[in-house]
């Protein structure tokens, strides 16, 4: 059981720079970054990106959680990863221009830092320490969609709703999530009187489509997936992003281009279409 903090990698310890993955930045490679900010807020439902679309702009949550989700040909969505303020919306499209192969929604409201892809690739080619952090948080997405596709075959909707309520809570400060049972319906990839079902025998909400925590019933209900990928991620973030970087050559432009090979696979696997 994983018991819920704000000091919780997830979310980060508390620091003035909201974005974990930025706070981990020393202030030289910081600075690459800042001058080409532009802070912005979204409201719940809203679409950061739409599947197809060209991936350029790289957003830094501050706050808020944004779910990826897959569009099936029949209309049906189906969650593969959340991010707040642990991560970057597109980050790898360091890789090269890109089209998104998901659509990200807000879940819950936040707010963002936001550049240009284009001027973030310049600082990538530039900072180690920016490259290190994109590096380490493509490794926590992999880690997060692999777990959640074996999750999705394997558990029961219950367990599985359970695991997303306490994933968004992790990145929400509030014990009170205002999640729609349509919007965990897209979470889950079920139909909406499935949800509808599985909350009110397990999960209760209310009609205002507001859902009140209770940590401790959320994690007697989640499958073990939860508690197995946070512990995995934490262990992630703490021992590579505060450990000391080893020295690594300075990034050429051309690297980009010869790791179009390798980077597409990895593109392909990554919920961003990165």
């Given at each position: 059981?994983?018991?819920?903090?704000?000091?919780?990698?997830?979310?980060?310890r508390p620091t003035s720079i909201g974005n974990r993955l930025l706070a981990a930045l020393p202030p030289a490679d910081l600075g690459l970054l800042t001058p080409h900010f532009?802070?912005?807020?979204?409201?719940?439902?809203?679409?950061?990106?739409?599947?197809?679309?060209?991936?350029?702009?790289?957003?830094?949550?501050?706050?808020?959680?944004?779910?990826?989700?897959?569009?099936?040909?029949?209309?049906?969505?189906?969650?593969?990863?959340?991010?707040?303020r642990e991560g970057a919306l597109a980050s790898l499209s360091v890789l090269g221009p890109s089209r998104s192969s998901v659509t990200a929604i807000a879940r819950v409201a936040?707010?963002?830092?936001?550049?240009?892809?284009?001027k973030f690739r310049v600082a990538y080619a530039r900072s180690a320490a920016i490259r290190h952090v994109v590096q380490v948080h493509a490794r926590s997405l992999l880690l997060?969609?692999?777990?959640?596709?074996?999750?999705?075959?394997?558990?029961?909707?219950?367990?599985?709703?359970?695991?997303?309520?306490?994933?968004?809570?992790?990145?929400?400060?509030?014990?009170?999530?205002?999640?729609?049972?349509?919007?965990?319906?897209?979470?889950?990839?079920?139909?909406?009187?499935?949800?509808?079902?599985?909350?009110?025998?397990?999960?209760?909400?209310?009609?205002?489509?507001?859902?009140?925590?209770?940590?401790?019933?959320?994690?007697?209900?989640?499958?073990?997936?939860?508690?197995?990928?946070?512990?995995?991620?934490?262990?992630?973030?703490?021992?590579?992003?505060?450990?000391?970087?080893?020295?690594?050559?300075?990034?050429?432009?051309?690297?980009?281009?010869?790791?179009?090979?390798?980077?597409?696979?990895?593109?392909?696997?990554?919920?961003?279409?990165?």
């Open positions: 059981m994983v018991a819920r903090s704000q000091k919780d990698i997830v979310t980060g532009q802070k912005i807020s979204f409201e719940p439902d809203a679409v950061l990106v739409r599947s197809g679309d060209e991936l350029d702009q790289v957003y830094f949550p501050h706050s808020g959680a944004i779910a990826f989700m897959v569009d099936m040909p029949n209309g049906q969505t189906v969650a593969t990863t959340l991010m707040g936040g707010t963002a830092s936001l550049i240009s892809a284009a997060q969609l692999q777990h959640v596709a074996a999750c999705n075959a394997l558990h029961r909707v219950d367990g599985r709703m359970a695991r997303w309520l306490l994933q968004i809570h992790d990145r929400v400060p509030d014990d009170v999530l205002p999640l729609t049972q349509e919007a965990l319906a897209q979470l889950l990839g079920v139909r909406r009187t499935t949800a509808t079902l599985t909350m009110s025998s397990a999960i209760p909400s209310d009609r205002r489509g507001f859902v009140e925590v209770d940590r401790a019933r959320l994690e007697s209900v989640a499958c073990e997936c939860y508690a197995l990928m946070q512990r995995r991620i934490d262990r992630m973030y703490c021992q590579e992003l505060s450990a000391p970087q080893p020295a690594l050559a300075p990034f050429r432009e051309s690297s980009i281009v010869a790791s179009d090979e390798a980077g597409a696979e990895f593109k392909a696997a990554l919920p961003e279409g990165k």
